[in-house]
């Protein structure tokens, strides 16, 4: 049972360029996450997506960012005309369908790294 | 206020003896899960262990156990028999409420760890 896939695992763009990061969560899991992680420091909270709905977008800046987890094909996180500020690593994660007893164990993939040059 | 305080940024261990990493927490939600990731040096996140609130044994996952203190908030981690490939940062999370909205993950600044030989 393959894990969480993210790719590219490295991904580098210039200023103003989009960068495009996905994410097919494990099978049977409909729970999509997606967090960011600055050097040094814990991941932060971005998006949360069940198919082809944004359950909670709290954590996603205001503008550039979008997220979408379509019916067919990988979750995709989104980001406009990058500035240096977004380099950092970007992690999905995914869980299972909600359940009696589940423990909602979050999953994560092994991250993309964006660098903005 | 911090949700999740990880007090220790970094510590030393010897090879073979047992380590305790602390992690507290705040919420005012009576249900709510707790989590321990392991950050290697490549840069994935491993789950490691949960704790749900209103389990009444403390967690245990091989070499793995978490000390839950709930009066106390406190959730550590406890790593017996310290193998040099323990060496990575652990990170503390919680996930609040059982509603859907509720399932983000928060994050403490975790501790780094070094395993000696």
């Known amino acids: 049972n393959a894990g969480v896939m993210q790719n590219p695992r490295h991904l580098v763009r210039r200023r103003g360029q989009e960068a495009r990061l996905r994410c097919s969560p494990m099978?049977?899991?409909?729970?999509v996450y997606w967090y960011r992680q600055l050097p040094e420091e814990g991941l932060k909270f971005m998006v949360y997506?069940?198919?082809?709905?944004?359950?909670?977008e709290s954590g996603m800046p205001k503008e550039r960012f979008s997220a979408e987890f379509p019916k067919e094909g990988p979750s995709i996180l989104r980001i406009q005309q990058v500035v240096r500020g977004d380099s950092a690593a970007y992690f999905c994660a995914s869980s299972p369908p909600r359940d009696r007893g589940s423990t909602d164990t979050q999953y994560f993939g092994p991250g993309t790294r964006l660098t903005v040059l | 206020a911090q949700k999740i305080t990880q007090t220790q940024p970094g510590m030393f261990v010897q090879e073979k003896e047992a380590v305790t990493l602390d992690c507290t927490y705040d919420t005012s939600d009576p249900s709510y899960g707790l989590f321990w990731y392991k950050q290697p040096s490549s840069g994935e996140m491993i789950f490691l262990i949960y704790q749900g609130s209103y389990d009444q044994q403390n967690a245990t996952e091989g070499r793995y156990s978490l000390n839950f203190q709930k009066a106390r908030k406190s959730a550590n981690l406890v790593i017996s028999a310290s193998q040099l490939g323990d060496s990575a940062m652990y990170f503390c999370a919680m996930r609040e409420g059982i509603s859907t909205a509720g399932n983000k993950l928060t994050f403490g600044g975790g501790t780094r760890v070094l395993v000696k030989p």
């Open positions: 099978k049977g899991h409909s729970h």
């Open positions: 997506l069940q198919k082809e709905n944004i359950i909670d």
